[in-house]
DNA sequence: ATCACGACCTGGAGGC
DNA sequence: TGCCTCCAGGTCGTGA
């Protein structure tokens, strides 16, 4: 579900309700998540309890809540999770693992069916020093991602673009739908070695993967299936896609079939022939 | 050091 | 209706 486009969404939609919120209470169901087990809860607990949230961040595929206090909460949404804020009288949907009570009657819930998030807590003068921040590449929409940045970056792996694209050690954000849109968008085929891209090339997948991040940014994210919102609102991009999970269908540009590749078992969509190596 | 692949979870879709 | 298989937006650990 939620690459770059659909975090950086959710951060938007949780800015107003969260910004000066207090935490009173923590709640966990016990579960652990993939990302985090176990859950930290009594230090979380300890950490967040009476604290303000004053800012929220995003890096990469992650969220941080900033408190007023030295620690922030850490989440990653994985494949199906949710941040919604509701009133806190509703009733709790299945697959609800952790609620921040606030205060204003509302509660933060972060709901995740698959397990493969992560609720965590991190000091903010440490950050760098949990291995998933720490290991975190250029981020395409901010000012480190450069054609030269990028080249260079390529040029140290045989990897398939597709792969190398989706490496969050190298560009952190990318997922799986945009890095299939931007491969098409940039005319590159997704097998192709990134150490074999020219630099024109490497220019051009730059080029297509802002494009692409901002479309998807400004359509509110992609919700094939159950990505939504802060306010539970789906986005819009699924409209505004060229070939991701259109196998068999006409490409949009010269009306050859979409045909699907698997890339570190992963499915890739792209056209054959606007596509090359 | 790279890298390919399975594991981690649940649920929805489609075939029979 | 029910059962089975396959597939899914992400990341990590293993072993070659």
Redesign the pocket.
Known sequence: ???LP?VETVRRALVPHLTGARIVSVWSSG??L??A?PLPLRALRAAVTGRRITALRRR???ILLDTDGPHSVLV?????GQLLVVPHDAPRA??THVVFALDRGRDLRFVD????GMVNLVRRDAEDDL??LG?LGLDPLGPGLTDISLLDLAR?????VK??L?D?RKV?G????Y?CEALFEAGVHPSTPANRLTPARVEALRRAIVAVLERGLRNR???????RDADGQS?QNQHSLAV??REGEPCRRCGSPVK?L??????TYFCPRCQRR
């Open positions: 579900m939620p690459e659909e579960k652990p993939r990302l087990r990469a595929k992650y990653h949404l994985g494949m199906t299945p697959h069916p698959r397990r493969f291995p998933e290991i140290r792996t045989r990897q398939a792969t190398f989706l969050q952190a990318i997922g799986n739908i890095a994210g992609t919700t094939l299936r159950d990505y986005g991701y999970g699907r698997e890339h570190a078992a992963r499915g």
